[in-house]
């Protein structure tokens, strides 16, 4: 399974990139929220989360404070995106293009 050790208050955490819906970039933390609902204040730089979490792990960068997984995705428009929770993430302008074409490649990959 794979994971990465990340650093919250309490110490380091394991947090399996399968059980992550998204994360959201909020002041110096940022937040993972996980599939269970739980969510996780971990004390990294976004831009090193992005290092982490790419395309290849099954998620998206899709608007500059919010990396989604492309698994947890239940609907999108040209704006937003829907996750199965119901938990709403913005896709900035500039991103829905290119996220439109990762996440058809993503359901349906092509043999």
């Known amino acids: 399974m794979a994971h990465f ?3 919250t ?3 380091y955490q394991a947090i399996y990139f399968q059980d992550v819906e998204y994360l ?3 002041n110096k933390n940022v937040l993972v929220t996980l599939k269970d609902g739980s969510v996780i204040s971990i004390k ?3 831009h090193q989360c992005e290092t982490i979490f790419t395309v290849e792990k099954g998620v998206y960068k899709c608007h500059r404070s ?3 997984a ?3 995705v239940e609907k999108f428009g040209k704006t937003s995106l829907f996750t199965k ?3 709403q993430i913005p896709i900035s302008r500039d991103n829905y293009a290119n996220f ?3 996440y058809f490649s993503y359901m349906f990959p092509q043999e």
């Open 24 to 26: 959201e970039a909020q």
């Open 70 to 72: 492309l698994s947890c």
């Open 9 to 11: 208050d309490s110490g």
């Open 5 to 7: 050790a990340a650093r």
């Open 85 to 87: 929770s119901g938990a």
């Open 100 to 102: 439109k074409d990762v």
């Open 44 to 46: 990294e730089p976004f």
């Open 66 to 68: 919010y990396i989604a």
